[in-house]
């Protein structure tokens, strides 16, 4: 014989979010138990929830003053305490506070952070990221700065730095120390004669003729060559006007001025003065 003993008050089951049920197989949504009935009833989660196992979560909302504690980790609003580990991407939409460890194999998304004393800067996908608050504090890079895009500076867009010695490229590229030394190289013998001025002094030949122990300098191909225009004669230190002589390099180391003392109205002797200054090779 078997006594059965029946409850006054049935204790009652219902399913809910992420809870199912079933009897002896049979899923249902709610169901009271006075004792009478002796069929196994199984409650279920939908996955297992050991010390050992992965749990998974779907949405959890927690409002103030509300917390749900897991294992040794405890969710509260705005806020989760405790070891966590993340195995996929971590997104982070606002600003999180952890006083655990957390250790993520996946890609952490943030707008910024600040792990420890040390601050880490965010290159947002949107808009501009400034270095410093305000202009005068200087920003310093001690590693390497690749650039795929182009610099403004000072308002000014530079595209590139280019090491074409052609000189090809447009306004917005800058040049290497390479390119600079290589143009500076093909202009230097325009430099050179350009920057030539050497005075001498002449010796008397005759009344109209000084001869001065010196050679003129040699014009680059690209400038004109070199003429009586490019000196200045001086006779007791009174310029001579350039179309009233001439000179002519007679040897190397003869260079020979002839004046047209009838334009002059005078002549020289050997006491006069004559001074050559200009275009001499040294």
């Given at each position: 014989m078997s006594i059965i003993f029946k409850v006054n008050k049935p204790l009652t089951l219902k399913s809910g979010t992420g809870v199912?049920?079933?009897?002896?197989?049979?899923?249902?949504?709610?169901?009271?138990?006075?004792?009478?009935?002796?069929?196994?009833?199984?409650?279920?989660?939908?996955?297992?929830?050991?010390?050992?196992?992965?749990?998974?979560?779907?949405?959890?909302?927690?409002?103030?003053?509300?917390?749900?504690?897991?294992?040794?980790?405890?969710?509260?609003?705005?806020?989760?305490?405790?070891?966590?580990?993340?195995?996929?991407?971590?997104?982070?939409?606002?600003?999180?506070?952890?006083?655990?460890?957390?250790?993520?194999?996946?890609?952490?998304?943030?707008?910024?952070?600040?792990?420890?004393?040390?601050?880490?800067?965010?290159?947002?996908?949107?808009?501009s990221t400034i270095f410093g608050n305000i202009i005068s504090q200087k920003q310093f890079f001690t590693g390497s700065l690749d650039?795929?895009?182009?610099?403004?500076l000072n308002n000014y867009k530079i595209d590139e730095i280019s090491n074409d010695t052609n000189l090809t490229e447009s306004i917005n590229t800058l040049v290497t120390e390479n390119v600079a030394k290589t143009f500076l190289a093909t202009i230097k013998p325009d430099r050179d004669?350009?920057?030539?001025?050497?005075?001498?002094?002449?010796?008397?030949?005759n009344s109209a003729t000084s001869s001065f122990n010196a050679i003129t300098?040699?014009?680059?191909?690209?400038?004109?060559?070199?003429?009586?225009?490019?000196?200045?004669?001086?006779?007791?230190?009174?310029?001579?006007?350039?179309?009233?002589?001439?000179?002519?390099?007679k040897s190397l180391t003869n260079l020979e001025l002839r004046l047209d003392t009838d334009s002059l109205g005078y002549t020289i002797s050997a006491l006069d003065e004559i001074i050559g200054f200009g275009k001499f090779n040294n």
């Amino acid at each position: 014989m078997s006594i059965i003993f029946k409850v006054n008050k049935p204790l009652t089951l219902k399913s809910g979010t992420g809870v199912t049920l079933d009897r002896n197989g049979v899923v249902f949504t709610e169901k009271s138990f006075d004792g009478e009935d002796n069929a196994d009833t199984t409650l279920s989660i939908g996955q297992a929830v050991g010390t050992t196992d992965s749990v998974v979560f779907q949405s959890v909302t927690l409002t103030d003053g509300d917390s749900l504690n897991v294992g040794n980790i405890t969710f509260s609003d705005g806020k989760i305490s405790g070891d966590v580990r993340f195995l996929q991407d971590l997104s982070i939409t606002e600003n999180m506070f952890h006083t655990g460890s957390i250790l993520v194999n996946g890609t952490i998304t943030s707008g910024s952070g600040l792990f420890g004393s040390r601050t880490q800067t965010i290159t947002h996908n949107t808009g501009s990221t400034i270095f410093g608050n305000i202009i005068s504090q200087k920003q310093f890079f001690t590693g390497s700065l690749d650039v795929t895009g182009s610099i403004l500076l000072n308002n000014y867009k530079i595209d590139e730095i280019s090491n074409d010695t052609n000189l090809t490229e447009s306004i917005n590229t800058l040049v290497t120390e390479n390119v600079a030394k290589t143009f500076l190289a093909t202009i230097k013998p325009d430099r050179d004669y350009l920057r030539k001025s050497f005075v001498h002094t002449g010796s008397f030949v005759n009344s109209a003729t000084s001869s001065f122990n010196a050679i003129t300098a040699s014009a680059p191909t690209s400038l004109g060559s070199t003429t009586e225009n490019d000196f200045m004669f001086f006779i007791n230190g009174m310029l001579v006007e350039n179309d009233a002589l001439t000179i002519e390099q007679k040897s190397l180391t003869n260079l020979e001025l002839r004046l047209d003392t009838d334009s002059l109205g005078y002549t020289i002797s050997a006491l006069d003065e004559i001074i050559g200054f200009g275009k001499f090779n040294n």
